[in-house]
């Protein structure tokens, strides 16, 4: 039950594009197309963003997609817009029938 | 409109218990997978536990088994979760969530602090 790797930040100015990536093993993130990414703003409830590897929600922009090759998922965000600051949760499900999240992601728009 | 509620939150000492409780609303209850998921404060989220749509499947974080149970209540549309042997690093917020993966209603959290 390790949580999935993140990298613990990262940034971009406004109109850029950004990759956030998060990996995990053979037992979650490569083994189940369950992968999910969370935007979250502390004090309040997580969003779903992405789910099942590359669907998005309704209401969700489309600047927002997701990808996975073998036991890496990532997350891009394009057009970057200021909005967007937060941090960025991927997760996913798992061997033992129970989530798995990483460790979280700042995204800091210049 | 699916709404969760959490109650039960609050200070408990060292080794004390809690009980916490989500209402949920705006969906057939009973046919859901629900899910508990923490955040310590200044760190990442945590699944906690999660609970199939009729209880005969329970998982929990290993961290937390033998000292945690989730229930439910399909009648009263509730969903539980029994803290015993509370430590301060289950100090968290906890969120009552619809789902097993990809969640897409959370409620909006009860803080649980473990403190002396």
Sequence with gaps: ?110 | EVQLVESGGGLVQPGGSLRLSCAASGFTFSNYWMSWVRQPPGKGLEWVANIKHDGSEKYYVDSVKGRFTISRDNAKNSLYLQMNSLRVEDTAMYFCARGHHGILYWGQGSLVTVSS
């Design chain 1, 1 to 110: 039950q390790s949580a999935l790797t993140q990298p613990a930040s990262v940034s971009g100015s406004p109109g850029q594009s950004i990759t956030i990536s998060c990996t995990g093993t053979s037992s979650d993130v490569g083994g189940y197309n369950y992968v999910s990414w969370y935007q979250h703003h502390p004090g309040k409830a997580p969003k779903l963003m992405i789910y099942d590897v590359t669907n998005r929600p309704s209401g969700v922009s489309n600047r927002f997609s997701g990808s996975k090759s073998g036991n890496t998922a990532s997350l891009t965000i394009s057009g970057l817009q200021a909005e967007d600051e937060a941090d960025y949760y991927c997760g996913s499900y798992t061997s033992n029938s129970l989530g798995v999240f990483g460790g979280g992601t700042k995204l800091t728009v210049l």
